[in-house]
């Protein structure tokens, strides 16, 4: 229910990111006079050919991940077989598990490969978790999916968690044909949608010995840049209150909807001296069952989001004084359980720099069928029939959206880069079926390729270019302005709330068998 809820919420978050710049730049693809077409003279790294040449060593593996992630489609926190199909991989291809249960969260892991002494160590960040109400077949209509229509990989998880730690899989390849020192490790992200894992491990340190980190996201376009996302704190509000019989007798009660109506009128109030970077959206969660019985109870999920955290954290003190006004004027009482934040997403000049090199380098092909799957999922949509994008744009500026993402909080701990790769129809918003069904055809199968080729080529010329690295950090180190990495994870919050019971007890920590012994 919570976690339905989160997904829910966060579904929007992604629409606003998608439908900010990455939309906004989609359309321009559309115009093809614009003159934008390429920095075809830019020369091809060096490491691109290699790259390439070892995901293709390793295509099978990463077909298999986008694959079977894709068939087997599981929501934020149960993502049991999707983590296991990592895993499995992972340790096929002859990387340590460092650790399962990560950061307290059971379906995220850890893992790591290693070679020589003291070289760099870069991170990779596979996400593999579906969502509510986008399981499609791989058609270009809206019909049923393997697993049916409940959940489905309406964000393309599976192929961002397939290019992720294939790409993995093909540094590693290159560094021991070349002999190159260092560290590669994968972050098992559960829980994108939700409560997300990054923000656990980043509280609890896990990015800060990396040179840099570096992830993908699927899209209607081949673009990176300079994007920032918003910060954010999401807090559960609940009233209560006494109840009564609303005809006989109201007076005996107190009404906890009518607690959670001036709350949010009380938000309403707020809105002309807010800043106009400033989001507060909010959903009635409960807010009783019957009008002719007087609600003791009534709850309101709200996401305060804004461009950095101090901003947040100024308006999210406001909110609680509001939501207490509300409970004094009603008679009501109020619990604020503030249970998640994000950071904004710091970019990274260098890294995307060279992430566009990479991409450029990219011979991206779509065969006939590809581009009528495309349209045919267009016209399905009422979209213009543009189908899927093959050039790669030029670079995004510095921009906020409104949008928000758990990679803001690696990004406030190592340098951090991501780029989007097409995997499905121009046009087409994240959090929809056609996503959802290009993700398990060969559309799919091409971003999972195509986006390893491209991290595999930066994470080499990471591993082996001292003067990037130093760059990177030097970019890294002034956007963040000394600013101390403070976890937007309120004091004494363990691990995310929605986490189902029986995974929590395959974690089998001491607190957790409390827990389950108390709940017997
Ligand atoms: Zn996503």
């Known amino acids: 229910m919570r976690n339905d809820s989160g997904s829910l919420i966060l579904d929007t978050t992604r629409r606003t990111l998608m439908s900010g710049a990455f939309a906004g730049a989609a359309l321009l693809s559309l115009s093809p006079s614009l003159g934008w077409a390429q920095d075809q ?35 934020s926190l149960h993502e049991e077989v999707s983590s296991e199909i990592h895993l499995r991989e992972l340790r096929e291809a002859g990387f340590t598990i460092v650790s399962t249960g990560t950061s307290g969260i059971p379906t995220a892991f850890l893992a790591e490969w290693s ?18 109400a986008l399981g499609n077949a791989a058609e270009p209509r809206q019909t049923p999916g393997p697993t ?42 559960a829980a994108e949608e939700t409560e997300g894992a990054k923000v656990y491990m980043a509280r609890d340190g896990l990015f800060d010995d990396l040179d840099a980190c570096l992830a993908w996201h699927p899209g209607p376009m081949n673009a990176t840049g300079l994007l920032r996302t918003a910060a954010v704190n999401m807090l559960r509000i609940h009233y209560t209150g006494r109840t009564a019989h609303a005809g006989v007798d109201p007076w005996e009660g107190r009404s906890a909807l009518k607690g959670a109506e001036l709350f949010g009128t009380g938000i309403q ?18 807010g009783g069952g019957a009008p002719n019985v007087v609600p003791d109870t009534a709850e309101v999920l709200i996401m305060i989001r804004d461009q950095d955290r101090a901003e947040v954290n100024e308006v999210t003190e406001w909110v609680r004084d509001v939501a207490n006004g509300a409970a ?10 503030h249970f998640f934040g994000m950071h904004d997403l710091l970019p990274n000049e260098t890294l995307a720099a060279s992430m566009h090199a990479h991409m450029s380098a990219l011979s991206m092909e779509w065969t006939d069928e590809e581009q009528e799957f495309a349209k045919a999922c267009q016209r399905e949509m009422s979209l213009p029939e543009a189908g899927l994008m093959s050039q ?23 340098p951090t880069a991501l780029f989007a790769l097409s995997t499905m129809p121009i ?30 080529g930066v994470g080499y010329d990471l591993m082996t270019d001292p003067d990037l690295r130093a760059a990177a950090r030097a970019d890294f180190d002034r956007r963040k302005g000394g600013r101390a990495y403070v976890s937007p994870l309120p004091d004494g919050q363990v691990r995310p709330s929605g986490i189902p019971q029986h995974l929590l007890l395959r974690d089998g920590s001491q607190e957790l068998g409390v827990d389950f012994v108390e709940n017997k």
């Open 41 to 75: 003279q830019a020369e091809a790294p060096e490491s691109a050919k290699a790259a390439a040449e070892a995901v293709e060593a390793v295509r099978e593996a990463i077909l298999r991940i986008s694959r079977e992630v894709w068939e087997n489609p599981e929501l």
């Open 115 to 132: 070679q020589g002494e003291g070289g760099p160590k870069i991170g990779f960040l596979p996400e593999y978790d579906a969502l509510p």
């Open 148 to 189: 049916g229509v409940e959940v489905g990989h309406g964000c393309g998880h599976n192929m961002l968690g397939a290019g992720c730690t294939g790409a993995a899989f093909a540094l590693k390849k290159v560094m021991i044909d070349r002999n190159i020192p260092g560290t590669i490790r994968v972050y098992g992200c």
């Open 269 to 286: 109030f707020m809105r002309e001296h807010l800043k106009p970077t400033t989001r507060l959206h909010y959903a009635y969660t409960d």
């Open 328 to 337: 004094t004027s009603t008679q009501t009482t109020v619990e604020i359980d």
């Open 392 to 414: 790669i744009m030029p670079m995004l500026p510095e921009i906020t959206t409104g949008g928000g993402t758990d990679v803001g909080d690696v990004s406030f701990n190592t």
């Open 427 to 456: 046009g087409v918003g994240l959090h929809t079926w056609p996503v959802t069904a290009c993700g398990g055809m060969s559309i799919g199968d091409k971003g999972s390729i195509y986006s390893a080729i491209v991290m595999a």
